[in-house]
């Protein structure tokens, strides 16, 4: 059966701007997310090369640009890195963007951690991404925040041990018309919290059944 807050999100999953060299970039806040500190998945040697399709992506990409300004497609090779790597940009992706790009890394590092949409600690299989800023936050987003962290059992910057859910707080995407909102990976989803209630109060999860049933990680 599919419920109201299914629906919903089908509905938003189909109407979604996409996120992805949006204008709405989100400024990083100061969170777990903020340094880097090597782990065994992510340091300069985690092996990472872009395929095939990807460097023809980023081509293109340069092509718009005249050649002494290859740094101008930083953001959305960025993007094809962290696509490209189940949705983590890791130190030795970042350092092949610098390689492509002709930048210095440190040039690189400072784009990727000046925005919440770079993951640069690995993150779950859907990245609940909850606005907090005043028109959400005054719709209900503190209580999609604690429903999100009932359901899932983790606390803000926390990553479920099933690898499932990783949950954020990230400032105004840009969606305010609609909030309270939520982004999920890359897909928008509006009005939540009506939605999120009666799911609630019928305790029946279909966040996650949807999650797990039809969402799929590679629309990323
Ligand atoms: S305040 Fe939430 S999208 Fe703008």
């Known amino acids: 059966m599919i419920g109201s807050f299914t629906r919903h999100l089908l509905f938003a999953k189909q109407a979604a701007r996409p996120a992805l060299f949006s204008a709405h970039a989100a400024q990083a806040p100061f969170s777990a997310f903020a340094n880097h500190r090597n782990t065994e998945d992510n340091n300069e040697d985690t092996p990472f090369e872009f395929t095939n399709e990807n460097y023809e992506e980023i081509q293109k990409l340069l092509s718009k640009y005249p050649t002494n300004y290859k740094e101008s497609a930083c953001i ?76 899932s059992h983790i606390e803000m910057d926390g990553t479920s041990e099933d690898g499932l859910f990783t949950l954020s707080e990230v400032e105004c995407l840009g969606a ?27 305790e029946s999860p279909l966040l996650w059944q949807f999650l797990e049933n039809t969402a799929n990680p590679t629309f990323l």
């Open 76 to 151: 959305p090779a960025l993007f094809i890195a962290q696509k490209q790597n189940n949705n983590f940009l890791t130190l030795s992706a970042m350092n092949k963007v610098a390689k492509v790009l002709n930048m210095a890394p440190m040039q690189v590092y400072e784009v990727a951690s000046f925005y919440t949409m770079f993951n640069r600690t690995k993150v779950g299989k859907y990245h609940l991404q909850v606005c907090g800023t005043t028109p959400c936050m005054l719709r209900g987003a503190r209580d999609i925040i604690q429903a999100v962290k009932d359901f």
């Open 176 to 202: 305010c018309v609609n909030a309270p909102m939520i982004q999920v990976n890359n897909e928008y989803v509006y009005e939540v919290s009506s939605y999120l209630k009666r799911d609630i109060e019928e």
